[in-house]
């Protein structure tokens, strides 16, 4: 069936997925060949970045394109409910939107129970037409989802594995789509599919696991050869490998789904994730931290025949949290409305959008720490550059400092070395700037 004009935007993402480990991105224990074909047929932008690696944070500004300190400033805050948000614009638009999976933003406090199990209150879920979720959950066979208010409320137990189940309500909800188009009751999609893993723990299907050992895992070379950091980065990392292949398959679940529904040819996949997980390069585990491994995440444009419209290949963009809602705008033909901090990408992608001058850098913070073990116990900010610099400072006092151009896995900070205080000062005048136009407030080094 031919292309109706029509463009809908899907989100696909996982928590704690970094963007070194898809086999499009080179890693050699994965095989995403869904994924890859996403990456071959659109634009795989291997610079996104996650502008503050924590869950809540990241999701508020991803919802809201507004930055953490204005939104969601740490881990188990709520997001204002008069806060708008991108399905607010689509609905403005006439699109129908739907959320499935993992929300993390109603602000509930993990000592006061279990997340799975608190219900949130329906003006904190975005205004999605269909909202079906959690606040959180880590345990992947036990994941509980509700929805709907009043009479129509409801919360129970999914079947089988977390993503699996997920990927059934939104396979269901595309199917769906489609028989309203056969019907001639088309109207445009806007959804979303969070999934909890590769979070920890890494767990998933014995038909993925058993396909990954630590002793068979290929470390990268930044994790240090001390025992027990090899050891736990080889044993998770063998678990969440396995959890990557899943979403995978899944992914390509929805892909086959959008054939079926005579909608492959109209719809824009968006597949990301919220933030990186370190898995013990630098000796580091889990996230909050500012190295490669916890700050990149993947992000890839995919979706459209090739033949249609789309360039396709590897912007060097560095696409950040608040830049997400403005691109799938931007996809569908919508701009940006005046709230949204973030920058539209969608020039990059579609010839019939207009191209605009990208930023030269993109601002990373961490507003308020978690205090849990394997994370950073105090509060930082950084700027990563597309000419390939890296700066991040804590309260007052520099901390890190890398060339990623000549050295990609961060082996040797540059924050204190005298012959390079030009390029620090440049980079913290960045940053000073970054802080200034975002209303943010930290004390900076004195240089």
Not at 281 to 288: C, I, P, R, V, Y
Not at 346 to 351: H, I, Q
Request: hydrophobic share 35%; glycine share 8%; charged share 20%.
């Amino acid at each position: 069936m031919p292309s109706s004009g029509v463009k809908n935007a899907i989100w696909i993402f996982g928590d704690q997925h970094r963007a070194q480990a898809l086999s499009c991105n080179g890693d050699p224990n994965l095989n995403t060949p869904n994924i890859d074909r996403l990456s071959a047929e659109g634009q795989n932008y291997e610079r996104a970045v996650s502008g503050f690696p924590l869950c809540c944070p990241y999701r508020g500004s991803l919802l809201t394109s507004r930055y953490p300190h204005e939104c969601v400033p740490g881990h188990e805050y709520p997001i204002p409910p008069e806060m708008p948000t991108v399905a607010d614009v689509f609905n403005d638009h006439g699109f129908d939107t739907a959320y499935f999976g993992k929300w993390h933003l109603g602000g509930f406090k993990e000592r006061d129970g279990r997340a799975a199990m608190y219900i949130i209150p329906p003006e904190q879920r975005g205004r999605f037409h269909t909202w079906v979720g959690y606040e959180n959950n880590n345990s992947q066979w036990d994941c509980w989802v509700h929805g709907g208010e009043g009479a129509n409320a409801f919360h129970h137990r999914l079947p089988g594995y977390e993503t699996d189940a997920l990927t059934d309500l939104m396979v269901d909800y595309i199917l769906e789509r489609g028989k309203a188009r056969r019907a001639g009751r088309a109207k445009p999609f806007f959804a979303v599919l969070s999934v909890q893993p590769p979070h920890n723990p890494y767990l998933a299907p014995a038909e993925w696991m058993v396909h990954h050992t630590p002793a068979q895992v290929q470390l990268r070379p930044n994790v240090p050869p001390v025992d027990w950091v090899q050891t736990r980065a080889r044993r998770e990392l063998a678990g969440a490998y396995a959890q990557i292949e899943n979403l995978d398959w899944n992914v390509g679940r929805i892909r086959q789904a959008l054939v079926e529904a005579e909608l492959d040819l109209d719809t824009h996949i968006i597949f990301f994730s919220d933030h990186g997980d370190i898995h013990g390069s630098h000796g580091q585990f889990l996230k909050t931290a500012p190295w490669e491994e916890a700050t990149r995440v993947p992000f890839i444009v995919g979706g459209l025949h090739p033949q249609y419209e789309g360039r396709s290949g590897r912007p060097d963009a560095l696409i950040n949290h608040v830049d997400v809602a403005p691109t799938t705008l931007g996809l569908c033909g919508i701009d940006k409305p005046a709230w949204m901090r973030g920058h539209d990408y969608s020039g990059l992608r579609l010839p019939s959008r207009p191209q605009t001058e990208c930023p030269d850098s993109a601002f990373i913070q961490s507003v308020i720490p978690t205090g849990h073990s394997d994370s950073v116990d105090r509060p930082w900010r950084a700027v990563v550059t597309r000419d390939g610099w890296k700066y991040v400072v804590l309260e007052g006092q520099p901390w890190l400092m890398f060339d990623l151009n000549l050295d990609p896995y961060e082996l040797v900070n540059l924050a204190h070395n005298s012959r390079f205080k030009a390029e620090r000062r440049r980079l913290q005048e960045r940053l000073a700037q970054w802080i200034a136009d975002t209303g943010d407030a930290f004390a900076l080094p004195t240089l």
